[in-house]
Structures are given as structure tokens and as C-alpha cells.
């Protein structure tokens, strides 16, 4: 599904910051596209209303047919939940919580089958070389394992879009890389649409088109 912005104005504080203003967008299925930019430049945002999480001011978004920013939260919520997995710079990753129900809560949220879940995330964990710490806790994981049990969970209820927010952010320069291999690899290999927002340059070898933020709107750079 391609995900149209159109006319995006977001402000904060009152209206005093302009997040973005008059920006348009496309972003194609099945690419993998980058969005460069500082700190409070604005990527999470965008990502917030890509997902539905926000809502901008004015203008539209839609992702395939649906026009998101029409939808009201019950109903962002539910297609977020079955269109979109969201991968969080700091994991939110649910602390008393294992592993393995950390990734299959989605199922409980959306009425799912679990043991299918269970399935899938048996498959993507072993996948990511994670499949024996399925019963362990978040707090006995090291900051690459926590991240690629965030991509397992965005990857759980196999959605067409993933967006990750500065996925290697938190990660040391080693780790960083090895996610960013992992995280566009599992998006290709399945066909899936990511969108990576982050200030690290390492992603743009990894991207399909690349996007930066600058004065409120986003500026096409070069694809691949």
C-alpha cells in the first residue's frame, strides 16, 4: 500500500512550533525509504501521523484506499493494529512481560488466534537467533536482543508497513548495523514497506528513496 501525505500542517505548543507545514509525500509499496534529520527535526512526528497515533492539523493521509486521518481513534487504532508495525527507539518492550508475550499481546488486543501467533513468533525469533530466550524477560536481554524482539512483535501480525523510529538509536555502532541489516532484509524478504526515520547516515546504503526533513517539509533525495 502506498502512503499519500498531502497539505500535512502540524503544529505544537499552542500553534508557537511549526512541526510542518503545506508538506507532501509519497512513499511506494514494498521500498524501503529513509527519513534523514536532527534531533526534533520532526521524524518521530511524522511517523506518529503516518501511524495514526497523531493527527495533523489539516491536510490527508491515506494508506492505500483509507484515508487514516478520517478515522476516528477506535477505528486508527484498529487498522493501525492490523496494518502497521511500529518499531520504538527505546523498545517498549513490556517489562513483566517474557519475551514471547511481549510479541503475541497483539493477538489478546486484536481477538486473534494466539497459538497462530505463537507460531509466527517462534518462526521470526528463531529467525533472529532469539528462539531459546522466548521465556526470558526484557531486563535479561542486551540492547540488540531487545530490538530485534521489538521487530518480531512489529512483524508479528505480518502487517503490510513497518516504521521504525531511529531503530538503532540506542544501539552501539556494531549492533546498530547488524539491526539495520536485520530489520531491511526481513522487510524485503517479505515484501513489506519500511520507512526508517533516523539521524544515522548508515541507513541511506540501505534505502530505496531517501527523505530529509528541512523547513517543515520533506525534501526527495535519491533512490536506488
Known amino acids: ?56 492539523d489539516s491536510g490527508q493521509i491515506r494508506i492505500g484506499s483509507t484515508r487514516v486521518t478520517e478515522l476516528d481513534d477506535t477505528q486508527r487504532s484498529i487498522f493501525r493494529r492490523r496494518h502497521i508495525g511500529f518499531v520504538f527507539q527505546s523498545f517498549n518492550l513490556i517489562p513483566v512481560l517474557t519475551v514471547m508475550e511481549n510479541i503475541t499481546l497483539v493477538s489478546q488486543l486484536d481477538g ?57 538509536g540506542n544501539l552501539d555502532a556494531g549492533t546498530g548495523a547488524g539491526m539495520l541489516d536485520l530489520i531491511t532484509s526481513q522487510a524485503r524478504s517479505l515484501g513489506k514497506t519500511l520507512i526508517m526515520a533516523t539521524h544515522s547516515r548508515d541507513a541511506m546504503d540501505h ?18
Open 1 to 56: 500500500m502506498d502512503i499519500v501525505l498531502s497539505d500535512i500542517s502540524k503544529t505544537y505548543s499552542g500553534g508557537d512550533r511549526v512541526i510542518f507545514k503545506d508538506l507532501d509525500a509519497v512513499f511506494r509499496a514494498g521500498q524501503v525509504s529513509v527519513i534523514l534529520g536532527k534531533s526534533g527535526s520532526g521524524k518521530s512526528s511524522l511517523l506518529n501521523l503516518m501511524a495514526g497515533i497523531d493527527l495533523p
Open 112 to 168: 486473534q488466534v494466539p497459538g497462530e501467533y505463537r507460531d509466527r513468533a517462534k518462526a521470526l525469533l528463531d529467525t533472529m537467533g532469539l528462539l531459546d530466550r522466548q521465556n526470558e524477560f526484557p531486563d535479561r536481554l542486551s540492547g540488540g536482543e531487545q530490538q530485534r524482539v521489538a521487530l518480531a512483535r512489529a512483524l508479528v501480525n505480518q502487517p503490510q508497513i513497518i516504521l521504525a523510529d531511529e531503530p538503532t
Open 207 to 224: 534505502a530505496d528513496k531517501i527523505f530529509r526533513v528541512q523547513d517543515n517539509h520533506l525534501i526527495p533525495g535519491r533512490g536506488i
